[in-house]
């Protein structure tokens, strides 16, 4: 089957313009999780989702990000009123039951620049 | 919280040479341990991971790594490095307990001489 697609690959925006990524888990997975990767910052931890709902938030920066999840599905992160610090690339994976059992499987991840 | 460290932010090994990257963890029990492979402009790929069972488990591409509790260690090794494994490594561990969050070391970036 198809492994984790993410959309699109590369996003340029404008600084305080809105961005939304989209990330197609594998089918069956019920745990997704976004990371971000910034030059010198290494992997961020940004959300993790359970089925549709988000157990653990502790990574979204600041309130100008969210993330939902519908139909067990599909997830969309949302940057609000973008800074160029967002700039980064931000990869989405899905487990069948989390990593507390299971290994992630990434998309290729979105590039993100604003300028 | 269980945190990742990667002592060596670069390695240089030459191609036919043996490569070793280190991985720490801190984490209160046993946690899942995973390596990942990046090449550039690419997302993760699995390497290896161990849940449990045998300490020294093989992953794809020749790698394998070992497990070691009392050093909180996870190295990955592979006897003979090939052009094709320049990239960035990187060691996580996850944890049910820790709310099934995956974290990361800061990486190992490979360069392999001819």
């Known amino acids: 089957g198809a492994g984790v697609s993410q959309s699109p690959s590369n996003k340029v925006t404008e600084k305080g313009k809105d961005v939304e990524l989209r990330c197609d888990p594998i089918s069956g997975h019920t745990a997704l999780y976004w990371y971000r990767q910034s030059l010198g910052q290494g992997l961020e931890f940004l959300i993790y989702?359970?089925?549709?709902?988000?157990?653990?938030k502790s990574g979204l920066p600041s309130d100008r990000f969210s993330a939902e999840r519908t139909g067990g599905s599909v997830s969309t992160l949302t940057i609000q009123r973008t800074q160029q610090e967002d700039s980064a690339v931000y990869l989405c994976?899905?487990?069948?039951?989390?990593?507390?059992?299971?290994?992630?499987?990434f998309g290729q991840g979105t590039r993100l620049t604003v300028v | 919280a269980q945190s990742v460290t990667q002592p060596d932010i670069h390695i240089t090994v030459s191609e036919g040479a043996s490569l070793e990257l280190r991985c720490n963890y801190s984490y209160g029990a046993t946690p899942y341990l995973f390596w990942y492979v990046q090449s550039p402009g690419q997302g993760l790929q699995l390497l290896l991971k161990?849940?449990?069972?045998?300490?020294l488990v093989q992953g794809i591409k020749g790698f394998e790594a070992e497990f070691k509790r009392s050093q909180s260690s996870f190295n990955l090794r592979k006897p003979s490095v090939h052009w094709s494994d320049a990239a960035e490594y990187f060691c996580?561990?996850?944890?049910?307990?820790?709310?099934?969050?995956?974290?990361f070391g800061g990486g190992t970036r490979v360069l392999v001489k001819p």
């Open positions: 996580a561990v996850g944890a049910m307990a820790a709310g099934n969050k995956l974290t």
């Open positions: 994976a899905s487990s069948p039951m989390g990593t507390g059992g299971a290994e992630a499987f």
């Open positions: 989702f359970q089925g549709n709902s988000a157990p653990d």
């Open positions: 161990y849940f449990s069972g045998d300490t």
